[in-house]
């Protein structure tokens, strides 16, 4: 049987602020460049980084936690101008993330 993935609990957060201004850009160059540069994007990558840091000003380290709370709440987001969904968003942040840390994302590493 295949070992658990341990989770992945990022540091404390000591400008929960800074945290979402970078969030906020780093996923809207990504929307832009993975299709195209859309307006919608900006609200997008707001949305989602809004979540980000209310999530990380209320305590939440976990990884996971963080991605299921962008998926839940970008589900009222109304993605209809966008070739994205919540489920995308919320794994383009994850990925975002464990770059910024330096983490390998590659085959479950």
């Known amino acids: 049987m295949a070992d658990p993935i341990p989770p992945i609990t990022l ?3 000591h400008n929960a602020q800074q945290e979402g201004e ?5 996923l809207q160059r990504w929307l832009d460049e993975e299709f195209l540069p859309e307006p919608v994007n900006q609200q997008i990558a707001r949305r ?4 980000f840091v209310r999530q990380r000003m209320e305590g939440e380290n976990d990884l996971g936690s963080l991605v299921i709370a962008i998926v839940t709440e970008m589900q009222a987001f109304d993605f209809s101008k966008s070739f994205y969904g919540e489920f995308a968003i919320a794994n383009a942040v994850s990925d975002l993330l464990l770059d910024s840390l330096g983490i390998d994302r590659c085959c479950g590493q």
């Not at 970078?22 to 780093?26: E, G, P």
């Not at 989602?48 to 979540?51: G, L, N, S, T, V």
């Open 11 to 13: 540091p404390s957060a």
């Open 48 to 51: 989602a980084a809004q979540i």
């Open 22 to 26: 970078w969030l906020t850009n780093v």
